[in-house]
Each structure stands twice: as C-alpha cells, then as structure tokens.
C-alpha cells in the first residue's frame, strides 16, 4: 500500500499563488507543477530514449527549430507520450486521481503542455547529452 502523506512531501514547494484559481488551476499549480519539477530527470532521460534513433536529424535542426520538433516527437509518438504522461499520474495520491478522472481531457492537455515545456527548457542539455553520446560512439 502507498502511502500517500510521503508521495505528496517528496514533492517540492513551489510556493504558486492557488487562492484566486480555478479547481483546475489549482491542481495544476498544487499537483502537476510540482510532480513535473520533482520527475524532470526522468522525463528528460525517457525522451533521450525515445529519439535515440532519430537523434542525427535532431543534432541537424537549428536551435530554432529543436523546440518544435520536441513538440512533434511528444504529440505523434502516441508511446513516449502515455509514457511520459504515465510518470506525472504514478505521482498522484488517489484523491488526485479521482478529480483527474472528473477532468480528463483539460487537465491531459495540461500535463502535455507541462512536460513539453520542461523538456524544450533543458534543450541545451538534451543537445549536449546527444552530441556527446554521439561523440563517444565514433
């Protein structure tokens, strides 16, 4: 059995104005920014996984182009996505579940959102990660 109080104190503060939000809002600024932040590594690691055979064409885009390409990866790769989405909702405590399911569809598109641009924001990273693992293979 989880236990729950210990999943939700893992998280980091973020310290997110939630008083004047919506019920949506809120649980994205209480529970999805959080888990997103705390899953970052692990979000950044399994998109490195999943481009690991189309990672020539992305050393090949420009910078101005990467975060698009990021978008389209996460969008038509219908796996990567119920994976990275996966490792938001395994965070959830059963209360955030349950108004999850009541919000599905918004609060999906929320998620997708949150993880493109956590991933797009580590851009130099990826980059770096990529050419480097490149480098090493040579």
């Known amino acids: 059995m989880r236990n729950e109080i210990l999943l939700v104190k893992a998280r ?13 809002e809120a649980f994205q600024n209480s529970c999805l920014r959080p888990i997103a932040k705390m899953q970052h590594q692990l979000l950044l690691e399994v998109f490195l996984e999943s481009i690991e055979k189309t990672k020539d064409k992305y050393l090949r885009l420009s910078p ?3 975060a698009p390409w990021i978008a389209d990866c996460i969008l038509l790769d219908l796996q ?11 965070q959830f405590t059963l209360e955030e579940y ?3 399911r009541t919000q599905k569809p918004e ?4 998620m997708l959102r949150l993880i493109m641009q956590r991933i797009q924001s580590a851009e130099a990273e990826l980059y770096n990660r990529i050419s480097n693992g490149l480098q090493m293979n040579i």
């Open 12 to 24: 980091p503060v973020l310290n997110l104005e939630t008083t004047e939000s919506t019920p949506i």
């Open 64 to 66: 101005e182009q990467r």
């Open 80 to 90: 990567l996505r119920h994976v990275l989405l996966g490792l938001i909702i395994g």
């Open 98 to 100: 349950r108004f999850f």
């Open 107 to 110: 609060i999906t598109r929320r």
